[in-house]
C-alpha cells in the first residue's frame, strides 16, 4: 500500500464504553495510520446514538477532515471500508451478569470468559461474529477484521471452522495489559520488551522476556512477582484497576509459585484457584455490577456532558492505552511490517507437541497476509496437559453450536476445570440454557 493512502475504519460495537477510548487512540496515532473515513456500527440505536453524537462533537472539534457517521445500517457501515474493529458485547452486561451469578449459584466459578460464564458467552457471540464477517466481505470483500471480541478462544475456534479463509485476526487486550505492567516493573516501556509466549486465549504463559540489547528481564520479574504478584505502585492501567483486578494482579503470585519456570497469564487463577476465586465473589455484586457502576455510568456521563455542552473541550473522554496495539496491528497489515505481535492463530507446528488445528496465542509477525506464526518450540507437560483440556472445551462448545448438541455442551462444561463434576455441570447448563433462550440455538 502507498505510504500516503488514508484508511476508512469501522467499529463494530460503536455503543460499547470501550469506544471513545479507541476512537482517541486512533486520533492520537493520526500521522502513522491516517484516516479519511470512520464509522460507528452497532444494533443498538439507544448506545450508540450516545457515544455517536459525542463523538461527532468530538471529531468535529479535533479531526474535521475525517469523515465521521454512526450508523446500524450494515450496508452504510460496511461499504467501502478497509477494516473493520470488532468488539461486540452479545447480550449487553445484562446477560454478562447472569454469566457470573448463576454460576456461583452453583458454587461454581462466575466469570466474563472463563469457565461456565464464558461458555454461556461464547454459544451468544458464535452466530452474531459469523453474521458479521459476512456483512463484511460482502459490503468490502478486501477489508481485514481485528477482532477482540470476547470469549476470543471460543470465536477464533469457530472462525477457523467457519470462516476459514476470512480475512479475520483474533486478538486480545490481556497480555498487552500484563506486559505494560512487566515493564513498569523492571522500568521500561512496553516497546522495548520482546517476548515468547504460548498458550490459549486467556490461558499462557511467558517464557522469555528480554530487552532490545537481548538482556535476560526473567530473574527480576520472576523474584518481584512472587512477592507482589503484578501489582506495582504506578497506575496507568486504566482498564484493570477495580478491586476484583487488584486481587487479581495479586494472585499472579501463587501462579507462579505453582509453575515458577514460566511467567503466568493472571486468567489462570479461574483454573488452578477455582475454590479461591469462588470464596472470594460477591454472588450478589459482581464484575458486571462493578462494571455497570463505574465504567459505564462514566463514560456515558461524560459522552452526555459533551453532547449537552455543545463541545469536547474538557471531557472526561481518555485515550485507552491498552488500544494502541489495535493500531499496531492495523499499520503491520496496511504497510507489511510484519512487526511481531501476539496472535490468536491457528497452531499448525507453532507449538510443536500440541493439536495442530488448536487455536493458540503465540508471537507472531503480522504483514499484509495476516499473521505467521513463530515457533515455541516443544511444551512440558503440565502446561501441555492443561491446554488439551481446555482447547478440548473450546472445541466441544463449537461443536455444541453447530450440531444444537445438548450432550456436547454438557461435555464441555464437565471437562472445564472450573467445575467439580459432571453433576454440577448438568445443573449450571439447565439455568445457563433457560437464561439464554433468546440467544443460543435450540439443544437437543
Given at each position: ?269 479461574y483454573y488452578l484457584y477455582p475454590d479461591y ?92 497476509n495476516g499473521a505467521q506464526a513463530l515457533v ?11 491446554m488439551e483440556q481446555q482447547v478440548s472445551v ?51
Amino acid at each position: 500500500m502507498k505510504s500516503n493512502k488514508k484508511f476508512s475504519v469501522v467499529i463494530a460495537g460503536g455503543g460499547s464504553t470501550f469506544t471513545p477510548g479507541i476512537v482517541m487512540m486512533l486520533l492520537d496515532n493520526i500521522d502513522r495510520f491516517p484516516l479519511r473515513k470512520l464509522k460507528l456500527y452497532d444494533n443498538d440505536k439507544q448506545r450508540q446514538d450516545v457515544i455517536g453524537e459525542a463523538l461527532h462533537i468530538l471529531l468535529k472539534e479535533n479531526a474535521p477532515e475525517i469523515e465521521f457517521t454512526y450508523t446500524t445500517d450494515p450496508e452504510e457501515a460496511f461499504t467501502d471500508v478497509d477494516f473493520c474493529m470488532a468488539h461486540i458485547r452479545v447480550g449487553k452486561y445484562e446477560m454478562r451478569e447472569k454469566d457470573e451469578k448463576i454460576p456461583l449459584k452453583h458454587g461454581v466459578v462466575g466469570q466474563e470468559t472463563c469457565g461456565p460464564g464464558g461458555i454461556a458467552y461464547g454459544m451468544r457471540s458464535i452466530g452474531p461474529m459469523i453474521e458479521l464477517i459476512d456483512i463484511m466481505e460482502n459490503y468490502s470483500p478486501d477489508c481485514w477484521m481485528l477482532n477482540y471480541s470476547n470469549p476470543a478462544a471460543i470465536v477464533a475456534e469457530a472462525c477457523r471452522i467457519l470462516r476459514p479463509n476470512s480475512k479475520v485476526l483474533n486478538i486480545c487486550d490481556m497480555p498487552v495489559g500484563t506486559l505494560r505492567r512487566m515493564s513498569q516493573i523492571v522500568g521500561l516501556t512496553p516497546k522495548d520488551l520482546e517476548v515468547n509466549y504460548f498458550g490459549l486465549n486467556h490461558f499462557g504463559w511467558w517464557t522469555s522476556v528480554k530487552d532490545k540489547e537481548g538482556n535476560d528481564l526473567m530473574p527480576m520479574l520472576r523474584e518481584y512477582i512472587s512477592e507482589n504478584g503484578y501489582l506495582n505502585q504506578i497506575e496507568v492501567d486504566t482498564q484493570h484497576t477495580d478491586p476484583s483486578w487488584q486481587d487479581t494482579h495479586r494472585k499472579a503470585k501463587d501462579l507462579i509459585a505453582l509453575d515458577p519456570n514460566f511467567l503466568p497469564n493472571t486468567y489462570l487463577k479461574y483454573y488452578l484457584y477455582p475454590d479461591y476465586v469462588v470464596e472470594h465473589s460477591n454472588k450478589e455484586y459482581t464484575r458486571a455490577n462493578e462494571v455497570m457502576d463505574g465504567r459505564e455510568k462514566t463514560v456515558f456521563d461524560a459522552a452526555r456532558a459533551i453532547i449537552k455542552s455543545g463541545t469536547s473541550k474538557g471531557s472526561e473522554f481518555h485515550i485507552d492505552s491498552h488500544a494502541s496495539f489495535i493500531v499496531d496491528l492495523a499499520r503491520a497489515i496496511a504497510y507489511n511490517t510484519n512487526e511481531r505481535m501476539l496472535c490468536i492463530v491457528e497452531n499448525k507446528g507453532a507449538i510443536e507437541n500440541f493439536d495442530p488445528t488448536a487455536m493458540v496465542e503465540v508471537p507472531c509477525l503480522v504483514g499484509s497476509n495476516g499473521a505467521q506464526a513463530l515457533v515455541q518450540g516443544s511444551i512440558p507437560q503440565f502446561e501441555k496437559g492443561l491446554m488439551e483440556q481446555q482447547v478440548s472445551v473450546e472445541k466441544l462448545v463449537v461443536q455444541a453450536w453447530i450440531e444444537g448438541s445438548y450432550q456436547k455442551l454438557w461435555q464441555a462444561l464437565t471437562l472445564s476445570k472450573t467445575i467439580p463434576s459432571a453433576k454440577v455441570a448438568k445443573e449450571v447448563l439447565d439455568d445457563l440454557i433457560e437464561a439464554n433462550k433468546s440467544y443460543w440455538p435450540e439443544l437437543v
